[in-house]
């Protein structure tokens, strides 16, 4: 007890610092779109569909209308998708992990409206969804 009354300071500083560490694991990094909520926006129009996927996973099979370009190479060519600023954009990767981080980078860029879709492809495939080649 007495240990941890001589060094309450750096105890403090331990908790502090550890919890400043866990908080960029604990934030969400973007919103996330159902697959039935993706469908409505993309049915409505002036929609992006961003697949963040590696040229080989965007080949064997993509979402209708959906623009490639994978995640590596984001940052490097947002002017591409400039002009979406102000749309809806959903990120599309095999899971959801990638697109995730597609969308953080989307929102710090300045797009309005950036969704990641839960599941990525895999779950809108199981879902019996279309997709093209």
């Known amino acids: 007890m007495k240990f941890i009354l001589d060094n309450i300071f750096w105890i403090g500083l ?28 993309m049915n409505q129009g002036k929609t992006l569909v961003l697949d963040v996927r590696n040229a080989d996973e965007f080949a064997a099979g993509h979402l209708p209308n959906a623009k490639h370009i994978p995640l590596a190479e984001l940052n490097d060519r947002l002017k591409e998708i400039e002009k979406s600023k102000n749309n809806v954009v959903i990120t599309v990767c095999a899971s959801g992990v ?28 199981s879902q019996g969804l279309p997709t093209v080649k």
């Open 14 to 41: 331990a908790i502090i610092s550890g919890g400043a560490l866990l908080i960029p694991a604990l934030q969400r990094r973007g919103a996330k779109v159902s697959h039935f909520q993706a469908t409505q926006y």
């Open 98 to 125: 990638r697109s995730s981080s597609a969308a953080g980078l989307l929102s710090k860029a300045g797009f309005a409206q950036v969704f990641s879709l839960d599941g990525g492809i895999d779950a809108w495939k």
